[in-house]
Protein backbone atom coordinates (compact mmCIF):
# COMPACT_ATOMS: atom_id res chain seq x y z
CA UNK A 1 0.00 0.00 0.00
CA UNK A 2 1.36 3.21 -0.89
CA UNK A 3 1.64 6.02 2.06
CA UNK A 4 -1.23 8.03 0.80
CA UNK A 5 -3.56 5.34 0.62
CA UNK A 6 -2.17 4.45 4.00
CA UNK A 7 -2.37 7.92 5.54
CA UNK A 8 -5.57 9.43 3.35
CA UNK A 9 -6.74 10.84 6.75
CA UNK A 10 -4.03 12.71 7.61
CA UNK A 11 -3.08 14.33 4.32
CA UNK A 12 -4.75 16.81 1.87
CA UNK A 13 -6.13 14.36 -1.13
CA UNK A 14 -9.86 14.81 -1.97
CA UNK A 15 -11.82 11.90 -2.58
CA UNK A 16 -11.14 12.34 -6.75
CA UNK A 17 -7.39 13.05 -6.21
CA UNK A 18 -5.87 10.82 -9.23
CA UNK A 19 -3.33 8.90 -6.57
CA UNK A 20 0.06 8.23 -8.29
CA UNK A 21 1.96 6.09 -5.86
CA UNK A 22 5.10 3.33 -6.49
CA UNK A 23 4.19 1.63 -2.95
CA UNK A 24 6.19 4.14 -1.39
CA UNK A 25 7.04 4.07 2.89
CA UNK A 26 6.71 1.80 5.03
CA UNK A 27 10.38 1.92 5.32
CA UNK A 28 12.57 -0.93 7.62
CA UNK A 29 13.26 0.78 11.27
CA UNK A 30 16.41 -0.98 12.12
CA UNK A 31 18.47 -0.78 15.45
CA UNK A 32 22.50 -0.16 15.37
CA UNK A 33 23.56 -2.31 18.36
CA UNK A 34 26.72 -3.40 16.66
CA UNK A 35 27.58 0.03 15.49
CA UNK A 36 27.14 1.74 19.30
CA UNK A 37 28.12 -1.55 21.23
CA UNK A 38 32.29 0.14 21.23
CA UNK A 39 30.43 3.66 22.82
CA UNK A 40 30.55 3.95 26.50
CA UNK A 41 27.41 6.18 26.05
CA UNK A 42 24.53 3.69 26.45
CA UNK A 43 21.99 5.13 23.90
CA UNK A 44 19.13 2.91 21.85
CA UNK A 45 20.53 3.88 18.50
CA UNK A 46 17.81 3.53 15.58
CA UNK A 47 18.00 4.30 11.10
CA UNK A 48 14.93 4.89 9.25
CA UNK A 49 16.09 3.22 6.24
CA UNK A 50 14.90 5.86 3.72
CA UNK A 51 17.13 4.53 1.14
CA UNK A 52 14.62 1.42 0.67
CA UNK A 53 12.27 3.79 -1.37
CA UNK A 54 11.36 3.42 -4.82
CA UNK A 55 13.74 5.59 -6.22
CA UNK A 56 16.26 4.95 -3.44
CA UNK A 57 15.93 7.94 -1.33
CA UNK A 58 13.15 9.81 1.44
CA UNK A 59 11.57 11.61 -1.62
CA UNK A 60 9.39 9.35 -3.08
CA UNK A 61 7.07 10.46 0.35
CA UNK A 62 6.83 14.04 -0.50
CA UNK A 63 7.24 12.99 -4.62
CA UNK A 64 3.79 10.74 -4.68
CA UNK A 65 2.04 13.68 -3.23
CA UNK A 66 2.94 16.02 -5.11
CA UNK A 67 3.04 15.20 -8.11
CA UNK A 68 -0.82 13.36 -7.61
CA UNK A 69 -1.69 17.13 -6.87
CA UNK A 70 -0.35 18.43 -9.75
CA UNK A 71 -2.36 15.70 -12.08
CA UNK A 72 -5.08 16.79 -10.22
CA UNK A 73 -4.72 20.56 -10.93
CA UNK A 74 -4.13 19.39 -14.99
CA UNK A 75 -0.57 20.60 -15.44
CA UNK A 76 1.26 18.91 -18.24
CA UNK A 77 4.51 18.82 -16.54
CA UNK A 78 6.62 19.08 -13.19
CA UNK A 79 9.74 20.39 -13.01
CA UNK A 80 12.60 21.20 -10.61
CA UNK A 81 16.05 21.94 -9.35
CA UNK A 82 18.10 19.23 -7.97
CA UNK A 83 21.16 17.51 -6.41
CA UNK A 84 19.91 14.16 -7.60
CA UNK A 85 17.61 12.77 -5.63
CA UNK A 86 14.90 15.14 -6.05
CA UNK A 87 15.36 14.56 -9.69
CA UNK A 88 15.21 10.75 -9.72
CA UNK A 89 12.02 11.07 -7.53
CA UNK A 90 10.18 13.56 -9.99
CA UNK A 91 11.55 11.52 -13.28
CA UNK A 92 9.82 8.62 -12.07
CA UNK A 93 6.70 9.45 -10.75
CA UNK A 94 5.96 11.81 -13.43
CA UNK A 95 6.41 9.02 -15.87
CA UNK A 96 4.01 7.18 -13.65
CA UNK A 97 1.72 9.94 -13.97
CA UNK A 98 2.61 10.17 -17.71
CA UNK A 99 3.10 13.52 -18.13
CA UNK A 100 6.09 15.47 -18.91
CA UNK A 101 9.49 16.55 -16.54
CA UNK A 102 12.47 18.57 -16.38
CA UNK A 103 15.12 18.57 -13.81
CA UNK A 104 17.80 20.83 -13.43
CA UNK A 105 21.01 19.26 -12.22
CA UNK A 106 24.36 20.82 -11.52
CA UNK A 107 26.57 19.78 -14.17
CA UNK A 108 29.21 17.31 -12.78
CA UNK A 109 27.70 17.05 -9.37
CA UNK A 110 25.51 14.92 -9.37
CA UNK A 111 26.06 10.83 -8.15
CA UNK A 112 26.21 8.51 -11.00
CA UNK A 113 23.11 6.16 -9.72
CA UNK A 114 21.15 9.65 -9.63
CA UNK A 115 22.22 11.04 -12.96
CA UNK A 116 21.54 7.49 -14.81
CA UNK A 117 18.20 7.89 -12.95
CA UNK A 118 17.54 11.07 -14.44
CA UNK A 119 18.10 9.96 -17.70
CA UNK A 120 16.07 6.64 -17.37
CA UNK A 121 12.59 7.83 -17.33
CA UNK A 122 12.62 10.05 -20.18
CA UNK A 123 12.69 13.41 -18.70
CA UNK A 124 14.13 16.68 -20.10
CA UNK A 125 17.21 17.00 -18.55
CA UNK A 126 18.97 20.38 -18.02
CA UNK A 127 22.77 20.44 -16.52
CA UNK A 128 23.15 23.44 -15.57
CA UNK A 129 26.96 25.59 -15.33
CA UNK A 130 26.23 26.21 -11.48
CA UNK A 131 25.18 25.01 -8.04
CA UNK A 132 21.58 23.70 -6.68
CA UNK A 133 21.43 27.37 -5.45
CA UNK A 134 21.14 28.38 -8.88
CA UNK A 135 19.25 25.86 -9.93
CA UNK A 136 16.73 26.14 -7.76
CA UNK A 137 15.87 30.53 -8.39
CA UNK A 138 15.80 29.56 -12.20
CA UNK A 139 13.07 26.47 -11.35
CA UNK A 140 11.62 30.01 -8.97
CA UNK A 141 11.46 32.02 -11.39
CA UNK A 142 10.59 29.76 -14.86
CA UNK A 143 7.63 27.94 -12.69
CA UNK A 144 6.46 31.54 -11.75
CA UNK A 145 3.72 31.67 -14.72
CA UNK A 146 1.97 28.23 -13.49
CA UNK A 147 2.77 26.50 -16.78
CA UNK A 148 5.01 23.88 -14.78
CA UNK A 149 4.19 22.77 -11.49
CA UNK A 150 7.24 23.09 -9.04
CA UNK A 151 8.35 20.08 -7.33
CA UNK A 152 11.04 20.71 -4.84
CA UNK A 153 10.11 21.22 -1.19
CA UNK A 154 8.77 24.99 -1.74
CA UNK A 155 5.82 22.77 -3.02
CA UNK A 156 3.89 22.42 0.75
CA UNK A 157 2.63 18.80 -0.71
CA UNK A 158 5.82 18.01 -0.63
CA UNK A 159 6.13 18.87 2.57
CA UNK A 160 3.60 16.77 3.90
CA UNK A 161 4.28 13.82 1.77
CA UNK A 162 7.39 13.20 3.86
CA UNK A 163 5.82 13.87 7.25
CA UNK A 164 4.45 10.50 6.88
CA UNK A 165 7.80 9.03 7.97
CA UNK A 166 7.50 10.50 11.65
CA UNK A 167 4.03 8.41 11.78
CA UNK A 168 5.92 5.16 10.90
CA UNK A 169 8.85 5.71 13.16
CA UNK A 170 6.13 6.23 16.21
CA UNK A 171 4.58 3.24 15.16
CA UNK A 172 7.39 1.19 14.79
CA UNK A 173 8.76 2.09 18.10
CA UNK A 174 5.23 2.08 19.41
CA UNK A 175 6.63 5.35 21.44
CA UNK A 176 8.16 8.97 20.35
CA UNK A 177 11.77 8.78 20.54
CA UNK A 178 13.58 11.05 22.82
CA UNK A 179 16.26 12.20 19.54
CA UNK A 180 15.22 12.40 15.99
CA UNK A 181 18.91 13.31 13.99
CA UNK A 182 18.56 13.42 9.84
CA UNK A 183 20.82 15.54 7.27
CA UNK A 184 19.55 19.28 6.41
CA UNK A 185 20.63 20.28 3.03
CA UNK A 186 17.62 22.12 1.66
CA UNK A 187 15.92 21.87 4.48
CA UNK A 188 12.61 20.10 3.88
CA UNK A 189 13.19 17.40 5.70
CA UNK A 190 13.51 18.90 8.99
CA UNK A 191 10.63 20.99 8.52
CA UNK A 192 8.54 17.47 7.04
CA UNK A 193 9.50 15.51 9.99
CA UNK A 194 8.61 18.19 12.43
CA UNK A 195 5.30 18.35 11.20
CA UNK A 196 4.50 15.12 11.50
CA UNK A 197 5.73 14.71 15.24
CA UNK A 198 3.48 17.76 16.13
CA UNK A 199 0.27 15.85 14.34
CA UNK A 200 0.94 12.96 15.57
CA UNK A 201 0.77 14.54 19.25
CA UNK A 202 -1.50 17.11 18.27
CA UNK A 203 0.56 19.70 18.95
CA UNK A 204 0.81 22.78 16.53
CA UNK A 205 3.96 23.97 15.47
CA UNK A 206 4.58 27.49 13.92
CA UNK A 207 4.63 26.78 10.14
CA UNK A 208 1.55 24.48 10.07
CA UNK A 209 -0.67 27.01 8.56
CA UNK A 210 2.15 28.41 6.71
CA UNK A 211 2.77 24.72 4.90
CA UNK A 212 -1.14 24.58 3.42
CA UNK A 213 -4.10 24.94 5.50
CA UNK A 214 -6.05 21.45 4.81
CA UNK A 215 -9.07 20.38 6.60
CA UNK A 216 -7.13 16.91 7.79
CA UNK A 217 -6.95 14.79 10.69
CA UNK A 218 -6.35 16.07 13.77
CA UNK A 219 -6.62 13.14 16.22
CA UNK A 220 -3.46 12.52 18.11
CA UNK A 221 -1.80 9.45 18.48
CA UNK A 222 1.85 10.01 20.26
CA UNK A 223 1.65 12.23 23.27
CA UNK A 224 5.15 13.99 23.04
CA UNK A 225 7.85 15.51 20.20
CA UNK A 226 11.21 14.52 20.03
CA UNK A 227 14.46 17.20 20.14
CA UNK A 228 15.38 17.51 16.86
CA UNK A 229 19.44 17.31 15.57
CA UNK A 230 19.70 18.74 11.92
CA UNK A 231 23.43 17.64 10.71
CA UNK A 232 25.53 19.55 7.88
CA UNK A 233 28.60 18.98 5.90
CA UNK A 234 30.96 21.21 6.82
CA UNK A 235 31.36 22.41 3.91
CA UNK A 236 27.90 23.23 3.10
CA UNK A 237 26.61 24.15 6.67
CA UNK A 238 25.36 27.18 6.45
CA UNK A 239 22.82 27.05 9.14
CA UNK A 240 25.86 26.28 11.68
CA UNK A 241 27.71 29.69 9.89
CA UNK A 242 24.29 31.37 10.42
CA UNK A 243 24.04 32.81 7.41
CA UNK A 244 23.54 31.58 3.48
CA UNK A 245 26.45 30.76 1.61
CA UNK A 246 27.63 30.95 -1.83
CA UNK A 247 29.76 28.09 -2.35
CA UNK A 248 29.22 25.13 -0.99
CA UNK A 249 31.28 22.13 -1.02
CA UNK A 250 31.15 18.93 0.20
CA UNK A 251 31.82 14.71 -0.75
CA UNK A 252 28.07 14.46 -0.06
CA UNK A 253 26.53 16.47 -3.31
CA UNK A 254 23.04 15.68 -2.27
CA UNK A 255 23.32 18.44 0.75
CA UNK A 256 25.87 20.38 -1.35
CA UNK A 257 23.22 23.69 -0.93
CA UNK A 258 24.25 26.69 0.83
CA UNK A 259 20.55 28.87 0.58
CA UNK A 260 18.27 26.69 1.94
CA UNK A 261 14.98 27.05 0.78
CA UNK A 262 13.13 26.16 4.17
CA UNK A 263 15.60 28.43 6.02
CA UNK A 264 13.06 30.12 8.26
CA UNK A 265 11.28 26.98 9.18
CA UNK A 266 14.34 24.73 9.96
CA UNK A 267 15.08 27.69 12.55
CA UNK A 268 12.02 27.36 13.92
CA UNK A 269 12.41 23.50 14.39
CA UNK A 270 15.46 23.72 16.22
CA UNK A 271 13.78 26.41 18.49
CA UNK A 272 10.39 24.69 19.19
CA UNK A 273 12.02 21.19 19.43
CA UNK A 274 14.81 22.01 21.79
CA UNK A 275 17.28 21.04 19.51
CA UNK A 276 20.53 22.10 17.52
CA UNK A 277 22.71 21.69 14.27
CA UNK A 278 26.06 20.66 14.27
CA UNK A 279 28.22 19.70 11.22
CA UNK A 280 30.77 16.94 10.33
CA UNK A 281 33.73 16.99 7.91
CA UNK A 282 33.77 14.73 5.15
CA UNK A 283 36.30 12.47 6.80
CA UNK A 284 33.50 11.95 9.30
CA UNK A 285 31.00 11.40 6.87
CA UNK A 286 32.81 8.59 4.60
CA UNK A 287 34.11 7.41 7.62
CA UNK A 288 30.43 6.90 9.44
CA UNK A 289 29.02 5.76 6.25
CA UNK A 290 32.06 2.62 6.45
CA UNK A 291 31.05 1.87 9.74
CA UNK A 292 27.71 1.53 8.83
CA UNK A 293 28.02 -0.53 5.93
CA UNK A 294 30.64 -2.78 7.68
CA UNK A 295 29.07 -3.15 11.47
CA UNK A 296 25.60 -3.21 10.07
CA UNK A 297 25.51 -3.97 6.78
CA UNK A 298 23.53 -0.89 5.87
CA UNK A 299 25.02 1.09 2.63
CA UNK A 300 23.64 4.32 2.70
CA UNK A 301 24.81 7.48 0.24
CA UNK A 302 27.45 10.03 2.51
CA UNK A 303 24.64 12.97 2.95
CA UNK A 304 22.65 10.14 5.06
CA UNK A 305 25.46 8.82 6.94
CA UNK A 306 25.95 13.01 8.43
CA UNK A 307 22.93 12.55 10.50
CA UNK A 308 25.19 8.97 12.53
CA UNK A 309 28.10 10.86 12.11
CA UNK A 310 26.30 14.03 14.27
CA UNK A 311 24.96 11.70 16.66
CA UNK A 312 28.14 9.74 17.35
CA UNK A 313 29.89 13.57 17.68
CA UNK A 314 27.07 15.09 20.06
CA UNK A 315 27.45 11.45 22.07
CA UNK A 316 30.96 12.80 22.98
CA UNK A 317 30.34 16.31 24.04
CA UNK A 318 27.61 14.56 26.71
CA UNK A 319 24.52 16.37 24.91
CA UNK A 320 22.51 13.23 24.42
CA UNK A 321 21.98 11.78 27.66
CA UNK A 322 22.88 8.19 28.45
CA UNK A 323 19.53 5.33 28.03
CA UNK A 324 17.87 7.99 24.86
CA UNK A 325 16.38 6.66 21.81
CA UNK A 326 17.86 8.33 19.19
CA UNK A 327 16.22 7.69 15.28
CA UNK A 328 18.42 8.75 12.25
CA UNK A 329 17.16 9.13 9.07
CA UNK A 330 19.39 7.61 6.35
CA UNK A 331 18.05 9.13 3.61
CA UNK A 332 19.31 7.63 0.99
CA UNK A 333 20.78 4.35 -0.74
CA UNK A 334 24.55 4.24 -1.25
CA UNK A 335 24.23 2.45 -4.49
CA UNK A 336 23.15 6.05 -5.51
CA UNK A 337 26.77 6.64 -5.60
CA UNK A 338 29.13 3.68 -6.24
CA UNK A 339 32.14 5.72 -7.51
CA UNK A 340 32.29 7.02 -3.81
CA UNK A 341 31.73 3.64 -2.42
CA UNK A 342 34.73 2.33 -4.48
CA UNK A 343 37.49 4.74 -4.02
CA UNK A 344 36.99 4.50 -0.18
CA UNK A 345 36.70 0.46 -0.30
CA UNK A 346 39.86 -2.10 -0.73
CA UNK A 347 40.70 -2.95 -4.10
CA UNK A 348 39.25 -6.58 -5.44
CA UNK A 349 41.95 -8.95 -5.41
CA UNK A 350 43.40 -9.95 -9.17
CA UNK A 351 44.00 -13.63 -9.43
CA UNK A 352 43.73 -16.61 -12.05
CA UNK A 353 40.84 -18.45 -12.07
CA UNK A 354 42.57 -21.01 -9.90
CA UNK A 355 41.99 -22.48 -6.75
CA UNK A 356 44.78 -23.21 -4.80
CA UNK A 357 45.46 -19.21 -5.71
CA UNK A 358 42.50 -18.86 -4.11
CA UNK A 359 42.54 -21.03 -1.12
CA UNK A 360 46.02 -19.24 -0.45
CA UNK A 361 44.28 -15.95 -0.05
CA UNK A 362 41.93 -17.01 1.85
CA UNK A 363 44.00 -18.36 4.22
CA UNK A 364 45.52 -14.95 5.05
CA UNK A 365 42.49 -13.94 6.47
CA UNK A 366 41.38 -16.93 8.93
C1 LIG B 1 20.20 11.81 0.52
O1 LIG B 1 17.67 16.00 -4.29
O2 LIG B 1 17.91 18.65 -2.13
O3 LIG B 1 17.19 19.18 3.82
O4 LIG B 1 17.67 18.11 -4.75
O5 LIG B 1 19.23 13.78 -1.23
O6 LIG B 1 15.14 18.22 2.75
O7 LIG B 1 16.99 19.14 1.36
C2 LIG B 1 18.42 16.40 -1.68
C3 LIG B 1 18.50 16.46 -0.34
C4 LIG B 1 19.49 14.64 2.72
C5 LIG B 1 18.64 16.92 2.49
N1 LIG B 1 19.86 13.45 2.26
O8 LIG B 1 17.26 17.03 2.63
C6 LIG B 1 17.78 17.17 -3.94
C7 LIG B 1 18.03 17.50 -2.53
C8 LIG B 1 19.78 13.16 0.95
C9 LIG B 1 19.30 14.11 0.05
C10 LIG B 1 19.01 15.62 1.88
C11 LIG B 1 18.93 15.38 0.52
P1 LIG B 1 16.59 18.47 2.65
Redesign the pocket.
Known amino acids: MGLIEKYRDRLPVLSNTPIVSLEEGDTPLVELKNLIQPFKHKIKLYAKFEGLNPTG???DRGMTLAVSKAVEKGVKAVI????????AAAVAYAARAGIASFVLIPSGKIALGKLSQAMMHGAVVIQIEGN?DDGMRLVEEIGQNGELEIV??VNPFRLHGQKTVSFEIIEQLGYVPDFHA?????????T?HWMGYSEASGKSCCFQESVGCYEIEKKPFSNDRPTILGYQAAGAAPFMRREKISNPETVAT??R?GS?V?WDYAWNVIRESGGWFNECNDEEILQTQKLLAKTEGIFC?P??AVAVAGVLKDLGNDKISPGSTVVCTL??HGL?DPDIAIARSDKPHSVAANREEIAKLIKGYI
Open positions: SFKCASTGNTSFNSLPVGNAGNIAAIIPSEASTGK
